[in-house]
């Protein structure tokens, strides 16, 4: 294994509040965005005191959106 200096660590906490800062921003626009949250599949429960939400087709669809993104970004 290599060395863990504070330089590292600097980078590890630079890119994780970067990926904060992006979580927020998207939470912030979300009830902006059409057709988020809102697609056919995503599962959304509604009981008398609670409500659960999971946007199972936008995760999927999110995640193969950014999974191109960043191929084609950080390809060598």
Do not use: H
Not at 20 to 43: E, R
């Amino acid at each position: 294994m290599g060395e863990f200096s504070m330089r590292t660590l600097g980078k590890v906490l630079v890119v994780t509040g970067g990926v904060i800062t992006l979580a927020g921003a998207v939470l912030l626009m979300s009830g902006k965005l059409p057709l988020v949250g809102k697609l056919p599949g995503d599962i959304i429960v509604r009981g008398k005191s609670a409500t659960f939400y999971f946007p199972v087709v936008t995760m999927i669809i999110l995640s193969i959106v950014l999974t191109i993104v960043l191929n084609l970004l950080f390809r060598k």
